[in-house]
C-alpha cells in the first residue's frame, strides 16, 4: 500500500532497543493518513500533532545522535537531564502522544483487517474507527473533543474511499489492500508495542486529558 509501506518499519530486535533514525523515517510517512479519513476540523490538528512530535524527537536526536541511538536511550537521558519535570517534557513527552496517534492508526487499521464492520453498512468504518478512538485517544480527551471525534465518524470515507485514498488515488482489488494492510500491521504492531511497554516499565505514561 502506497502509504504505509513507503518506508517499513525495521523488525523489531530481540532486545527491543528501537533504533531512533529508522524509526523516524519510518513515521515521516504516516501523518498524511489523517487527510484519507476526510472531515479536516478533527483529523487536521490530529495529523498537525503526528507532524509536530515527530519533528522535536529528530531535533532531539540530531543534537547527538550516539546520545540519542535507541528511543529507550532518549527516555532514560532525558529522565536524567529534566529531573521533577519528566516525563512531562522534551521528546519523552512528544512520543508520548505519537504513540497514540500510531495507535489510533494501528488499531483502525487492525480492525479493518480483522473484518469488523457494521453488518447493514459493510462498506461504513465507523465501527472501526470509534474502536481505534476508544483504545487509543478517548481517555485522554476532554468532553469537547470527545463529542467531535464522535461526531466525525459519521462524515468518514467508505472502505472502498480509504482503501484507495491509501493507495495514493490507484484503483485496488480490496483483497491485495488488506494483504498490505497486514504486512504493514505484522512490523508496526510489535514496535508499537514495545514503546508501550518502555513508558510502563519507566513509570513514563500520563493520563492527563488535552
Known amino acids: 500500500m502506497a502509504l504505509l509501506l513507503e518506508h517499513e518499519f525495521k523488525a523489531l530486535p530481540a532486545d527491543k532497543q528501537i533504533e531512533t533514525e529508522p524509526f523516524l523515517e ?11 479519513l476526510g472531515s479536516p476540523i478533527v483529523y487536521s490538528p490530529v495529523k498537525a500533532d503526528l507532524s509536530g512530535n515527530i519533528k ?8 547527538n545522535p550516539a546520545k540519542f ?17 519528566w516525563p512531562k517534557t522534551g521528546a519523552t513527552l512528544a512520543l508520548l502522544w505519537l504513540k497514540r496517534g500510531l495507535k489510533f492508526i494501528q488499531v483502525l487499521l487492525q ?6 464492520r457494521d453488518e447493514a453498512n459493510p462498506n461504513h468504518i465507523r465501527v ?17 473533543l ?15 474511499d480509504l482503501l484507495k485514498a491509501l493507495e495514493k488515488g490507484k484503483e485496488v482489488n480490496e483483497e ?35
Request: charged letters at 25%.
Open 26 to 36: 519510518a513515521v515521516a510517512h504516516l501523518p498524511p493518513f489523517f487527510d484519507c
Open 56 to 63: 522535536k524527537i529528530r531535533a532531539v536526536y540530531e543534537s
Open 69 to 85: 541511538k535507541t528511543l529507550q536511550n532518549i527516555l532514560e537521558v532525558e529522565k536524567e537531564m529534566h529531573g521533577s519535570a
Open 111 to 116: 480492525s479493518i483487517s480483522d473484518g469488523e
Open 128 to 144: 472501526n474507527a470509534m474502536k481505534a478512538y476508544e483504545i487509543a485517544l478517548k481517555k485522554y480527551h476532554g468532553w469537547m
Open 146 to 160: 470527545q463529542k467531535l471525534f464522535t461526531g466525525s465518524v459519521y462524515a468518514l470515507p467508505y472502505k472502498s
Open 176 to 210: 491485495e489492500s488488506l494483504e498490505k494492510i497486514h504486512q504493514f500491521l505484522a512490523k508496526a504492531t510489535p514496535i508499537l508495542d514495545a514503546i508501550y511497554d518502555m513508558y510502563i516499565k519507566m513509570n513514563a505514561e500520563l493520563n492527563y486529558k488535552a
